[in-house]
Every structure is written in C-alpha cells, then in structure tokens.
C-alpha cells in the first residue's frame, strides 16, 4: 500500500498518564484510505487527526455499515512497542466486511499502515505499565445512492488513544448482573461479528445495569434466554471443578476474542481442562452453591482478564472466591501482561515488535 504522508506538524499537550482513562485522549495523527467498487482501496495517507465531511446521505447513517476493531500497542520494558496478535484482529475485521457486504482488505497491508502510524505518533505509548495505546480501525460505509443496498463506497480509518485500565475496579473482581429482559444476539444474526450494529442495542440495558450497581452486563441466549453467553465487552469463563467452561462459538452469537482464544491455548498448554459447551444460568448457580464454582472472568483486548466477585441473577447471588482474583485468573493476566510488556520471551509467534 502506497500511504502518503502529511501528518501534523505541531503537537498536542497530552494529558498526564495518570489522568488518561479509557478513550479519553487522541494523538496527532489517523491513518485513512478510501474504497470504491470501480477501483478498489485507495488513497492511502497518514494525516493530522481532525474531523471530516460527510455526506447527510452517507449509507452509514441509514443502514449501519460500519465496522470496527480493538488493539493495544505496548511499550516494552527494553524501550520496544509490540503489538499483540495484531493479524488476528485484522482478519476478525476481515469476517465482519464479509458478513455486513463490505470490501474485504489485504491483512498484511493493514498491518502495515497501523506500523507506520504508531511509528509516527510512538510519543503517545505510554511509558507505564498497565498502560497502553489503544487502537481502533474501524471502516463506515460513505455511498450516498439510497436504498437497502451495500454501498459502493467506504472510508476506513486508524485512531490512536493512550488508555489506562478499562474498569474503574482495575484487577478487584467485579459485579455482573445476568440479563433477563433484553437479548444481545440470536442465531444467524451478527453477534459474531465487530459491527456498530452489534452494540446499539447493548447500550440502554448496560445503563441500567450500571444504575443497579453492577460493572457489567451479562447476556443469555435469545432462543431459551437460559444458557450464558457473553459479558458487556467480553467473553466469558467458569472454572468450575477444576475445568474451565465457556460458552462456545458454535452458534454464531457471541464474539470469538482474541484474548479468549488466548487462554483457551495456555490453559491447554498448562493442563488446564477447557470445555467449550453450552452452559446454563442453572448449572453456574448450583455450582456455587455447591462450592464447585472457584472462579469466574471475563476475558477482552481492553481488561485482559477481569475476574468476576459476584453473579446477580433475578433474586439469586452467587458470591464467587469470596470476591478476591483467583490462582487461575492472576496466572492467566500475568502471562499475557508479562508478554505484552516484553516481561517474557514470546516463544509462540504472539508478538510483533514495531521496529
């Protein structure tokens, strides 16, 4: 891909690192390149951060296509920033163009263009640990011919922001109300799937929850409204009798995070028994009763791993570990920090380092 460059040429005053937050800031700069059916992706350029124009008939605004992705850059403890299975994202990306009739995009040259953009604006990646860069691609739909149709043309973008921790809690293990009124996503919809579309609906019943003193929301299924899927942002694990089971891919209705895949993987790799299955709200709560429930957490890009202290469930709490982080939980964010922040050799192909 051929960018061109014409990034800022003054600097923004950033914030302190301590006062950032989550999305809170922006850097100097933003990676975008345009798409059209009669030509394909072009335009490639890294420019000054600011906003644009845009048509009031654009077809993001009347039929939603827009996508979008979640990535860390990382600064090392030997002064590198890594990325962290960044083509896994770029190709998550790639399977949401496909299933919401957007132009698909060399993964390669994506990546790329991200490289560059960090490379330029590497002053933003904060200097702490437990601290990041975040980065968000995310790709609308700016045909204006209107009409239930995909659009011929797209904008795809890269925004950078410095982001502390995603949950005010940080590691405290936190308090997940389990749904009952609202559905997420049901079978042969785009749950799998990163789309804007995906989320609208989560928003007023994840403000409600927040009022009844929760962090987060967890969703059922939409057929049964009895087996769990996933949680707000993230997916979901239970370990339980000694075995982590999660909530599997199968249906098409949660999202299949790069995180989760992650420890799906170590905990293979540790003889931790995984079970991918259908679980129900039933089971985890007899399980706590029963004393065989020792751990819950949410697994995302932005927490890593958050554990969870209590499930709310209609009239039943279930108190999890007595609401302190388990031995699981601790191990499972250590490994996956520890490479981020170049703590420890990445001998799995996980990292890439900006160089």
């Not at 100097?28 to 890294?46: E, Q």
């Not at 029963?290 to 932005?302: Q, S, Y």
Request: net charge negative; aromatic share 12%.
């Amino acid at each position: 891909m051929n960018i061109k460059f014409s990034q800022s040429k003054t600097k923004k005053e950033k914030p302190s690192w301590d006062e950032c937050g989550f999305c809170n800031y922006y850097s100097d700069n933003m990676f975008v390149v345009d798409y059209d059916d009669k030509i394909g992706w072009h335009n490639a350029r890294i420019e000054e951060y600011a906003q644009f124009l845009i048509d009031p008939a654009a077809l993001v605004f009347h039929y939603g296509q827009e996508s979008f992705e979640g990535m860390k850059a990382f600064y090392g403890v030997d002064g590198k920033i890594r990325l962290f299975r960044p083509e896994k994202n770029m190709e998550r990306m790639n399977d949401t163009h496909d299933r919401l009739a957007m132009p698909t995009f060399a993964v390669d040259e994506m990546l790329d263009a991200i490289e560059e953009l960090i490379k330029i604006d590497q002053d933003w990646v904060p200097p702490k640990d437990g601290m990041a860069l975040y980065i968000r691609p995310f790709c609308i739909a700016t045909g204006t011919h209107l009409g239930v149709k995909r659009s011929d043309k797209y904008i795809y973008f890269v925004i950078l922001s410095p982001v502390g921790a995603y949950y005010p809690e940080g590691m405290k293990p936190t308090k997940i109300y389990i749904e009952d009124k609202y559905i997420r996503s049901a079978q042969g919809g785009i749950g799998h799937y990163k789309a804007g579309a995906n989320y609208a609906g989560t928003l007023k019943p994840g403000e409600e929850v927040i009022q009844k003193g929760y962090s987060q929301i967890c969703w059922l299924d939409a057929k049964e409204n009895k087996y769990i899927e996933e949680v707000g942002t993230s997916n979901i694990m239970f370990v339980i009798d000694g075995k982590i089971v999660t909530p599997p891919l199968t249906r098409g209705t949660i999202l299949p995070g790069i995180t989760r895949a992650t420890v799906i993987q170590l905990a293979n790799e540790w003889s931790i028994p995984v079970e991918e299955r259908d679980i129900t709200v039933d089971e985890v709560f007899k399980a706590a009763e029963e004393g065989r429930l020792t751990e819950a957490f949410a697994t995302g890009t932005a927490a890593v791993i958050s554990p969870v202290g209590l499930l709310k469930w209609k009239d039943k709490e279930a108190v999890v570990n007595n609401q302190v982080i388990g031995e699981i939980s601790q191990r499972l964010y250590d490994e996956i920090t520890d490479l981020q922040y170049g703590k420890k050799e990445d001998t799995r192909g996980w990292i890439k380092v900006i160089e």
